[in-house]
C-alpha cells in the first residue's frame, strides 16, 4: 500500500468519524430542545388529569429541575394521601394504611396506560442516547437508548417537527429495542409557563385501550432542596 493510499484512507476515515459525531451533536441538540418544551429545567408547579378508561385522576407535581418530583394524589379521594417522591430515578410512594413509604419503578402503572414516570421523570436528554434514523421536510425521526438504569423506557421511537422543535409522537419500546409497547401522543399545544407546550398526552397501548394525561396549569415556582424530602412528600394533602 502506498503512501497516496495510507493518507486517501485516513483522510476517509476521519470524515466518517466527523459526520458521525455532527450527526450525533445534533441528535442531542433536537432531544435537548424538545425537552425544554416538553418539560423545562426549571422550578414549577402544576396540576394534572390522568383519565384512564372511566376513571379521574388529578395530581398535583411540584418539580425542581429535572431530577426532584413529589406527586400529590388529590382524586378520586380514595387515593388521596398516596404521594410519590422522584429523587434523580429514586422514586417511593408514601401508602397512607401502612403509614409508610415504599420503593417502586418508574415503569410501573399509576393508572391505565400511564406509568409512574410519565408524570414524574420524563427527560430524554442526558438520560438517553439519541441518533436519527430518518427525516423529511417536516419532521426528524430519533431512537433513544436509555443510558441509565430504571428508567421508564428502555427505548423510545420519537418524532420531532423540525421548524418548532415540538415533540409529535413517541413509540414506548421494549428492551430489545423493537417491540412497541405504548404509542404517545403530544398534543393541544398552548401557552404554558411562558411557552408552547404540549396540554394533553395520549397514550395508547398494543391492545388500543388510551388514558390522557391533561396538564389543566403549570406555573414558576420556586422551592429549596430540602422541600423534596420523604417527611415533605407524607405531609402534603
Not at 429541575?65 to 417522591?85: E, H
Request: glycine fraction near 4%.
Amino acid at each position: 500500500m502506498n503512501q497516496k493510499t495510507i493518507k486517501f484512507l485516513a483522510f476517509t476515515a476521519f470524515l466518517v468519524f466527523f459526520s458521525g459525531r455532527v450527526w450525533a451533536d445534533r441528535a442531542n441538540d433536537i432531544i435537548k430542545k424538545a425537552d425544554e418544551i416538553r418539560n423545562p429545567a426549571e422550578s414549577y408547579e402544576m396540576m394534572i388529569e390522568v383519565q384512564a378508561e372511566e376513571e379521574v385522576s388529578e395530581f398535583q407535581v411540584f418539580l425542581k429541575g429535572q431530577d426532584r418530583t413529589i406527586v400529590v394524589t388529590k382524586a378520586p379521594s380514595k387515593d388521596m394521601g398516596r404521594n410519590m417522591l422522584m429523587l434523580d430515578r429514586d422514586f417511593q410512594a408514601y401508602v397512607p394504611n401502612l403509614k409508610r413509604s415504599i420503593r417502586l419503578s418508574l415503569s410501573q402503572k399509576l393508572s391505565g396506560q400511564v406509568s409512574n414516570g410519565d408524570i414524574s421523570r420524563t427527560r430524554w436528554y442526558g438520560d438517553y442516547v439519541a441518533k436519527i434514523e430518518s427525516e423529511n421536510t417536516s419532521e426528524v425521526q430519533l431512537l433513544l437508548e436509555g443510558k441509565k438504569d430504571n428508567l421508564t423506557y428502555a427505548w423510545i421511537r420519537l418524532w420531532v417537527e423540525k421548524k418548532s422543535g415540538h415533540p409529535l409522537r413517541a413509540e414506548y419500546l421494549g428492551l430489545n429495542g423493537r417491540t412497541v409497547l405504548k404509542n404517545a401522543y403530544f398534543e393541544n399545544y398552548k401557552n404554558l409557563a411562558g411557552a408552547q407546550r404540549p396540554s394533553l398526552i395520549r397514550i395508547e397501548d398494543k391492545a388500543n385501550k388510551t388514558s390522557f394525561i391533561r396538564i389543566k396549569s403549570m406555573d414558576k415556582k420556586e422551592y429549596n432542596d430540602a422541600f423534596f424530602s420523604l417527611k415533605k412528600m407524607e405531609s402534603l394533602k
